[in-house]
């Protein structure tokens, strides 16, 4: 296992240098330059920058800088913010991190819950608000979600803040991961239904209650533990995707996080803070990736990898 | 069939009357149309399909052309002359609203189009290519999936716009009706979406490629290209279509989403993206200007949403009763 561990985390290496690639040259072919401002600057000061943030050799010679320093841990500056992109990214991802992680576990728990209530109460009027919520939780686009969550809960009601993120205040946090969390929420609710309605219908469940043991006993201890093994195949990339997909929340909510800083970085082409980005994601993305993996082993013990 | 039914026939007219013999998209048809959920699902689709195009050519459902401005007539609410208001230029929003939905489908069914192209076609190449073939194309496609994908989104949509390319360029529009603009944003959107499909028919080929069928086809002398064409590729559509019909409001969401963050379609088009987005600015003015295009995007998403559960269950032989 750590040596199945060890040869997924090396194959990561290609793969970050092949996705810095493209994103390099993708970002280079994005019209005009990283000084291009309303009010153009004098061509000699354009010049000046440009040498300062080695940007006037060909392209090629640009990308093997930005290789060298990559490989020594070094993302560059940030053009528009002028202080390194290491900075940039170590002030906005906790936030970030912080959001996807709570947006994370109330999909979690919220789906969860839903789905099993759903599937016990099969056919009757709290499997149909389950399965409704579920399915219009689906339908509407987080940003969409958010203005209305906005516009009732906090202006008409005045019971949250409007924008704002403070970790640990409830009155700034729980629009934001409600906005984000809902849509992975219905979908785990859909997949914990489905399973559960399959495995409620195995014969060790019957066997369970003909030996006695009480409904709620049967359906915590012996239905959801094993109804877990579809949801928990879904669990990475929602958590990856939560993660690295903030961005619109963020923006909405106006919380310091880096997926802000992504969206402004491509409007005006702040090379280094675009890179660094993509490179953080991926690598989270990858990450998590493996760890679904391992829990796969974990769960099923038939899966053994070498 | 019970024994009592079986000789009522018997002893009515002597023989069974033979069923009629349905293949399988015959069979597939006829489970869809039993499922209620995908059927409603698609007669909405159809009728809001049908209504953003008659909006499009006809004043009595139309009303207004969707850019057409009245000044006296600005920010209302739903009124006689304006059903659902009109926008902080005094547009129409209910003219408005169908010509985004015409637009958002058209971006979805356009990248589709060339999530299908690209899909099919990479997905193809390796599994019946070589070894070599197929592991360059998968690598590749590893690699487009480890791409964080609303960046590639965005970034792609920076890439395109502003330049003069022949037909997506931002001059006059090439293929009628498919402004460039409109072509950058289907792009970028296909740009990483094309994976899952590649993958999806691969796996569908390389297991078809073992399958009885297909070598007794080869071993009474058909072609190679007759066994790809006549015998793999149709049936792998199962799977693909389904693919296709989660895609579509996939791909409205991801434009949605750009036209949010900005980097939408140049005004005054409107698509649902950029009338949320709109609406968003006015929202504490007029809560219709946000709340019809959502609407929108909902009912489309949940159409394409129960469709697609419903042809999943339909193509599916395991499912079958």
């Known amino acids: 296992m750590t040596a199945y561990i060890l040869r997924r985390l090396l194959v990561m290496v290609p793969l970050l240098w092949a996705i810095a690639t493209i994103t390099f040259f993708l970002m280079h072919a994005v019209p005009g330059g990283p000084f291009d401002n309303e009010k153009p600057l ?46 940039v990214i170590g002030d906005g991802f906790p936030q970030t991190l912080q959001l996807g992680l709570c947006a994370f576990a109330f999909a979690l728990i919220a789906g969860v819950t839903l789905g099993v209530i759903s599937a016990v109460k099969q056919n009757g009027p709290m499997d149909y608000i389950g399965v409704f919520v579920a399915t219009a939780g689906a339908a509407v686009p987080n ?35 409600i906005g984000l969390g809902m849509y992975p929420a219905a979908f785990i609710a859909r997949i914990t239904r489905a399973s559960m309605l399959e495995v409620l219908r195995q014969d060790y469940i019957r066997t369970a209650r003909a030996k006695g043991v009480g409904e709620f006993h049967v359906v915590m201890q012996h239905a959801v533990r094993n109804a877990m093994v ?46 660094g980005m993509t490179l953080l994601y991926a690598t989270v993305i990858a990450l998590l990736n493996l760890a679904v993996d391992i829990s796969y082993a974990i769960v099923n013990p038939r899966i053994r990898y070498s | 069939m019970s024994i009592s039914e079986r ?31 995908a059927m409603a699902g698609g007669v909405i689709l159809l009728l809001l399909i049908a209504l953003a195009t008659l909006a499009g050519v006809s004043e009595v459902v139309g009303r207004y052309r969707p850019s057409e401005q009245q000044y006296e007539e600005i920010l209302t609410g739903p009124t006689g002359s304006h059903w659902l208001g009109t926008d902080n230029l005094g547009r129409d929003t209910w003219a408005r609203t169908w010509e985004g939905t015409r637009i958002s489908l058209k971006i979805g ?35 487009m999936y480890a791409f964080p994908d609303l960046l590639a989104i965005i970034l792609m949509r920076a890439v395109l716009s502003q330049r003069d390319w022949p037909i997506i360029g ?25 994976v899952t499909l590649a993958r999806l028919v691969r796996g569908q080929m390389l297991a078809l490629k ?90 489309l998403m949940l159409c394409f949403t129960f469709l697609g559960d419903g042809l999943r269950d339909a193509l599916d032989p395991r499912t079958r009763r």
């Open chain 1, 143 to 177: 940003f969409v979600l958010s203005v209305f969550l906005v516009l009732f809960f906090a202006l008409r009601l005045g019971w949250f803040d409007v924008i704002g993120w403070e970790f640990g205040n409830p009155r700034q946090m729980v629009l934001p991961v």
């Open chain 1, 42 to 87: 004098p061509p000699a000061t354009v010049a000046a920058l440009e040498r300062k943030y080695n940007l006037d050799g060909p392209l090629a010679e640009q990308y093997l800088d930005f290789l060298g320093n990559l490989v020594r841990g070094d993302l560059g500056l940030s053009f528009r913010q002028n202080r390194p992109v290491s900075e």
């Open chain 2, 210 to 299: 073992d399958m009885e069928y297909v070598m007794a086809a080869r071993s009474m002398g058909a072609s190679e290209r007759r066994i790809v064409f006549v015998h793999m590729l149709p049936n792998t559509l199962g799977p693909v279509i389904v693919a296709v019909t989660f895609g579509i409001p996939t791909a409205i969401f991801a434009e949605a989403f750009l036209g949010f963050i900005g980097f939408g379609l140049p005004p005054p088009t409107a698509s649902l993206g950029t009338l949320v987005a709109e609406g968003y600015a006015y929202v504490r003015v007029n809560e219709w200007m946000i709340a019809v295009p959502s609407a929108v995007i909902a009912a």
């Open chain 2, 109 to 143: 069914i356009g990248t589709q189009f060339v999530v299908l192209c690209v899909g099919i076609l990479v997905g193809a190449g390796a599994a019946l290519g070589s070894r070599w073939t197929d592991g360059v194309l998968m690598r590749f496609t590893d690699l």
């Open chain 2, 7 to 37: 000789a009522a026939i018997l002893a009515d007219g002597g023989f069974e009357r033979p069923r009629k013999q349905l293949g399988l998209w015959g069979v597939a048809f006829q489970r869809l149309r039993r499922n209620k959920l």
């Open chain 2, 170 to 194: 931002t001059g006059d529009p090439q293929l009628p009706g498919l402004p460039g603009p409109l072509l950058q944003v289907i792009l970028a959107i296909s740009f990483v979406g094309w």
């Open chain 1, 230 to 275: 579809p949801v928990l195949t879904v669990l990475g990339p929602i958590l990856a995707a939560l993660i690295t997909g903030s961005f619109v929340i963020e923006h909405y909510f106006a919380i310091p996080g880096i997926g802000r800083s992504f969206v402004e970085a491509v409007g005006v082409r702040d090379y280094g803070v675009i890179m």
